[in-house]
């Protein structure tokens, strides 16, 4: 459904403070609920476009993102994400443009392209890429924004920054296309916009906290997804006095 309504002229519907679905995210996240719903009549949906459907302390609960990245959608840039999580940990994020999806059991991460074999998920932070999400709010502010590690001497010495404005850099985080992802925010693991991603790195074996080092969870701020253990301890090294 991205993909056969990419590039067409689409209304936009607004969300307040800059933000808005077009109809891509609405078509796409009604395709998703008709395959859950066929398989799993009984489980409760929490979708970003339709909100909470289903009982919400249903066994099981899905979380979808239909189409994270619609700034970038609705401009005609490729680089979005479809999100689909289930709160026990197994999820999947779908590139609609490169074909590729990854995906979770909860216990092991692969990919998928265009129906090839899967093949294990494996994190490296040899790209030294790390992925920022400067987009606000900045609940942190003033005393850390994710931007302000772009002004770090130590970050450009070691790391180069990336802002691709999607969840996507989290499943390239899993993949090894990316070092590292740094966020501000509140509580991000039960987000429709996240857990998908989360899940993913964490299965592939990435370190995944919060911009304080703690684990993420109800009390959490932010994330801080890397490769490995010494790309993480690099990372809060640089955010230390900042937060």
Same mark, same amino acid.
Not at 133 to 156: K, Q, Y
């Given at each position: 459904m991205v993909r056969t309504l990419y590039g067409q002229r689409l209304d936009r519907i607004d969300k307040g403070a800059g933000d808005f679905a077009t109809a891509a995210d609405v078509e796409a996240e009604r395709t998703i609920l008709a395959v859950l719903r066929a398989a799993r009549p009984d489980d409760a949906v929490l979708g970003e476009e339709g909100g909470q459907q289903g009982a919400t302390d249903a066994v099981r609960q899905w979380l979808v993102d239909p189409l994270c990245g619609t700034l970038n959608y609705a401009v005609g840039t490729m680089l979005v994400a479809v999100n689909v999580a289930l709160r026990e940990g197994a999820a999947a994020v779908a590139d609609p443009f490169s074909g590729e999806v990854f995906f979770t059991d909860g216990e092991t991460a692969w990919v998928r392209h265009d129906g090839a074999d899967d093949a294990l998920?494996?994190?490296?932070?040899?790209?030294?890429?790390?992925?920022?999400?400067?987009?606000?709010?900045?609940?942190?502010?003033?005393?850390?924004?994710?931007?302000?590690?772009?002004?770090?001497?130590?970050?450009?010495?070691?790391?180069?920054?990336?802002?691709?404005?999607?969840?996507?850099?989290?499943?390239?985080?899993?993949?090894?296309?990316?070092?590292?992802?740094?966020?501000?925010?509140?509580?991000?693991? #039960?987000?429709?916009?996240?857990? /998908? =991603?989360?899940? %993913?790195?964490? @299965? $592939?074996?990435?370190?995944?906290? *919060?911009?304080? #080092?703690?684990?993420?969870?109800? /009390? =959490?701020?932010? %994330?801080?997804? @890397? $490769?490995?253990?010494?790309?993480? *301890?690099?990372?809060?090294?640089?955010?230390?006095?900042? =937060?």
């Open positions: 998920l494996t994190p490296t932070a040899a790209t030294r890429l790390v992925d920022v999400n400067l987009d606000p709010p900045f609940p942190s502010a003033p005393g850390f924004r994710a931007v302000d590690l772009l002004a770090c001497p130590e970050f450009i010495e070691v790391f180069r920054p990336r802002v691709v404005s999607t969840t996507l850099a989290l499943a390239w985080v899993a993949a090894g296309k990316r070092a590292a992802y740094v966020t501000d925010g509140g509580d991000l693991s #039960g987000s429709v916009h996240f857990a /998908a =991603g989360i899940a %993913l790195c964490r @299965a $592939a074996g990435c370190v995944v906290t *919060g911009i304080d #080092g703690a684990p993420t969870g109800e /009390a =959490g701020r932010g %994330l801080v997804v @890397a $490769a490995d253990d010494e790309t993480h *301890g690099l990372l809060m090294s640089m955010m230390r006095g900042r =937060g």
